[in-house]
């Protein structure tokens, strides 16, 4: 079940073969990628890396170990009418280039009791460029299980936020981490992540794969009494249970990860202490307002909910998205700014998540 009002996110169905996916992906894109996209600075600064050594072993390992996400990639250039070096590199963004764009802020409030809810609501932080030509698709694709997620133009899903239908929850955070290496690219091992029977099959994925870069994952599932928050770079996975109320913004916190190499943004330093200031006044993870903290703009210079035009790494907040875990199905709710009433819910029931 779902409702949706008339938002600037387009609401995209798609299905088929995983060619079929990624060149329905690229067609929904392409006039936005032609006209703004390939022009930004972000893109032209992907670009100037398409000389990177490490590009040839990332290739052959996504080609060889998910072949299906190699077809998306092929359907997502055809689609996108464009090279697909130029856009496999685009979908390799963060792991060769540790100032890519992408940001993000996410809370995690487990249930208080056992087997009550849990919450995790999450800002969606990207390139201000690209409000209005972003979407929220339902994806089913042929051989692999069908999920629901924030889709930018030109990328593969499984890096923003996304519910699949067995009720696996994932919010996906950039990490800018100072080296990565020949492995599978970190989009790549997002969109794997939505193909996983349940959390630990994901656990074992991220643990086990040659990573090329960092990322941050939240993850949680009907049903499962955890919220998990898994931190990897290209040396490291560290998994932790998160048992209070928390959040994470863009860098690496865990403290066995603290040695790993990486750029703190400004603004990632502000909303990840702004954050757990306002999580520490309240008394009970209950009293824990999720949407209060993300839409917060105390600080009017690096604020959580990010709508300046001179945001310091180039981003704004494009969507924020609830999902309320519980036994026996996740509720998502789906905003588009600020203040707002949702423009998007949906329900994965428990027999969806079986």
Not at 73 to 78: H, N, R, S, V, W
Not at 176 to 185: K, S, T
Not at 280 to 306: C, F, H, M
Request: net charge negative.
């Amino acid at each position: 079940m779902s409702t949706r009002v008339m938002p600037d996110l387009a609401a995209l169905d798609i299905s088929g073969s995983p060619y079929e996916v990624g060149l329905q992906l690229g067609r929904f894109g392409a006039r936005i990628t032609h006209d703004y996209l390939r022009h930004s600075p972000a893109w032209l600064g992907v670009m100037a890396h398409r000389a990177d050594p490490k590009l040839e072993e990332m290739r052959r390992l996504t080609q060889t170990r998910y072949a299906a996400y190699w077809q998306e990639l092929q359907g997502l250039a055809d689609g996108l009418d464009l090279p697909f070096d130029d856009v496999f590199l685009w979908n390799c963004r963060g792991d060769i280039w540790a100032l890519a764009p992408d940001g993000c802020t996410t809370v995690q409030i487990p249930g208080d009791i056992p087997g009550a809810a849990h919450l995790i609501a999450h800002n969606e932080d990207g390139d201000p460029g690209l409000r209005s030509h972003c979407a929220i698709a339902r994806i089913a694709p042929g051989g692999g299980a069908g999920f629901r997620s924030f889709i930018y133009p030109a990328s593969l899903p499984g890096h923003t936020f996304a519910v699949t239908d067995r009720g696996l929850v994932q919010t996906v955070n950039n990490i800018r981490a100072g080296a990565g290496a020949a492995g599978l690219p970190r989009m790549v091992l997002g969109r794997a992540v939505l193909d996983c029977q349940d959390i630990d099959d994901a656990i074992a994925l991220l643990k086990a794969a040659p990573r090329a870069g960092a990322f941050h994952f939240t993850l949680a599932q009907a049903g499962d009494p955890r919220i998990l928050s898994i931190e990897f770079t290209h040396n490291q996975c560290s998994v932790a249970g998160v048992t209070g109320a928390d959040c994470h913004a863009n860098h690496l916190v865990h403290p066995r990860m603290t040695g790993e190499a990486q750029t703190i943004t400004a603004s990632s330093q502000a909303r990840q202490r702004r954050a757990r200031e306002m999580i520490a006044k309240a008394s009970t993870g209950r009293e824990v307002d999720a949407l209060a903290i993300l839409w917060d703009q105390a600080n009017s210079t690096l604020p959580i909910y990010r709508a300046q035009p001179d945001d310091p790494d180039q981003e704004n907040t494009l969507a924020t998205a609830e999902f309320v875990v519980a036994e026996d199905a996740v509720d998502c709710r789906i905003h588009e700014r600020d203040g707002s009433a949702p423009v998007m819910t949906f329900r994965v029931p428990a027999a969806a998540a079986a």
